[in-house]
């Protein structure tokens, strides 16, 4: 999973342009966003048709208040430039909820 450290429309827009997208909004200091760095790398594999991109929620701060991710970890998947689902709260996910999510996107 490519890290993006400061992510802008710009660049939003230009890695959601073609194909599945998905962003995980993180931040170092999350424990629970850190609970998902050792099960990540199972389902990328899982979903291996799709780019995953994790985001550093604070330093991307414009972006993250403009699709309003508010609570980390969080998901949000687009197809070919269009969200197309979010999965986006404070709460502790799971490699099956993440992975259910991701299935329902289909």
């Not at 309003?68 to 070919?80: A, C, M």
């Amino acid at each position: 999973m490519e890290k993006i450290d400061a992510l802008t429309k710009e660049k939003l827009a230009e890695l959601t342009r073609n194909g599945r997208t998905v962003l995980e909004f993180s931040a170092d200091w999350c424990p629970d966003c850190r609970f998902l760095d050792p099960i990540m790398p199972e389902i990328e594999k899982d979903f291996a048709d799709s780019k995953f991109f994790q985001i550093n929620r604070d330093n991307s701060v414009e972006v993250a208040k403009d699709l309003s991710i508010l609570g980390i970890p969080s998901f949000v998947v687009y197809q070919d430039g269009q969200e197309i689902g979010r999965l986006v709260n404070k709460d502790r996910k799971t490699k099956d909820q993440v992975e259910s999510f991701l299935r329902s996107l289909d």
